[in-house]
């Protein structure tokens, strides 16, 4: 059973925007803290952001100004808005629980050329 779909990524340039989503079951989503993860080509993956149940939101220092997160826990959805993308930023995100991961979809493949 799929309980994270990531959808949104694409090809940007450099300085480009995109807006991930990530729909989540709600056995998964529901008052857990959500985070958006990047896994980058040879690199360890890493919490880019993440958001508590009430909304509470917090980011890595190399996103902060430039990444939003939020939530609609009606829809049991999270986003990501990215902005001022840089091409070190290239990777694939992903969603999940932060503190009680869960398994991974697909993930979001963005890729920022020069």
């Known amino acids: 059973q799929v309980q994270l779909v990531e959808s949104g990524g694409g090809l940007v340039q450099a300085g480009g925007s995109l807006r991930l989503s990530c729909a989540a079951s709600?056995?998964?989503?529901?008052?857990?803290?959500m985070g958006w993860y990047r896994q980058a080509p040879g690199k360890q993956g890493e919490l880019v952001a993440h958001i508590t149940g009430s909304g509470t939101t917090d980011y890595a220092n190399s996103v902060k100004g430039r990444f939003t997160i939020c939530r609609d826990n009606t829809k049991n959805t999270v986003y990501l808005q990215v902005n001022s993308l840089k091409r070190e930023e290239t990777g694939v995100y992903y969603c999940?629980?932060?503190?009680?991961?869960?398994?991974w979809g697909q993930g979001a493949e963005v890729a920022v050329s020069s």
């Open positions: 999940d629980r932060v503190g009680a991961p869960t398994d």
């Open positions: 709600g056995s998964i989503f529901r008052g857990f803290t």
